[in-house]
């Protein structure tokens, strides 16, 4: 009985961190849970738990809503992608594998990445190829989301290129993250079939009572951050979130 409380208040705990995480840098939220939750639970029953926290804490970053649905018509071609890419390759190589040599190797990618975001030049995509550039940075997107579970890169690299403000540039982040976590719930879906789906709501509703439990400490960790994030100038945000990057491709490396 004292161990199932102690479990209960750990999680909590991880999820009010990882949540002023996702606050601060606008990710970070699954790879901080699952890293600290795998150290008195399996990786299953994390992942269970992290659904909720994970889906809703996307959808309160694409916050303010008025100005989404510009932000949706400049990026509708690379959602689109994301999708196509997400269930197009869940469809050719089944559920997530997250094989180690593919999360190594972007690992690597996120570790370069964050290096050059600290250290290079910014660079910036001309308006005129953003949307075909959208398309097919969403279709990479979508196919490593499928290989790996991951939807980072490189749709944060592409959003960086846009030079959108900070708030703009949560918020995306934030429409991107939703949307890969949908697609991928889909392309599971449709991967494993509808036997498979069915066999795997058995017991779902207590997992489903923790997983919105869990809502509220990373919502109100997600909070805090954000306000964190206000008092950050430009300059330090932006070194923040590359540390961010970098923590998590070294993870990846790490893991792999």
């Not at 932006?238 to 923590?247: D, E, H, Q, S, T």
């Amino acid at each position: 009985m004292w161990d199932a409380w102690w479990v209960l208040a750990a999680a909590v705990a991880v999820f009010g961190l990882a949540g002023v995480v996702k606050g601060v840098v606008g990710l970070g939220l699954p790879t901080v849970s699952m890293a600290l939750l795998a150290l008195f639970m399996p990786a299953g029953q994390a992942a269970a738990w992290l659904l909720l926290p994970s889906l809703v804490t996307n959808v309160v970053q694409m916050r303010p809503m008025p100005s989404l649905r510009p932000l949706l018509r400049r990026l509708g071609w690379m959602q689109l992608g994301i999708v196509a890419g997400t269930v197009g390759g869940m469809l050719w190589w089944g559920p997530v594998g997250e094989a180690a040599v593919a999360r190594t190797a972007l690992g690597v990618a996120l570790v370069i990445y964050a290096l050059w975001g600290l250290w290079g030049p910014g660079l910036q995509l001309p308006q005129r190829h953003q949307a075909w550039l959208g398309l097919l940075c969403g279709l990479l997107t979508g196919g490593i989301t499928a290989l790996t579970g991951v939807f980072v890169v490189p749709a944060v690299a592409f959003l960086q290129s846009l030079a959108l403000g900070r708030q703009a540039l949560m918020q995306a982040m934030g429409l991107c993250f939703t949307v890969s976590t949908l697609a991928l719930g889909a392309g599971m879906a449709l991967a494993q079939g509808p036997g498979h789906a069915a066999s795997s709501w058995t017991g779902w509703g207590g997992t489903a009572l923790v997983s919105a439990l869990m809502l509220l400490p990373a919502l109100a960790g997600m909070a805090w951050g954000e306000r964190l994030r206000q008092s950050l100038s430009p300059q330090v945000f932006k070194r923040v979130l590359m540390l961010g990057l970098l923590a998590l491709g070294i993870y990846m490396c790490a893991r792999g």
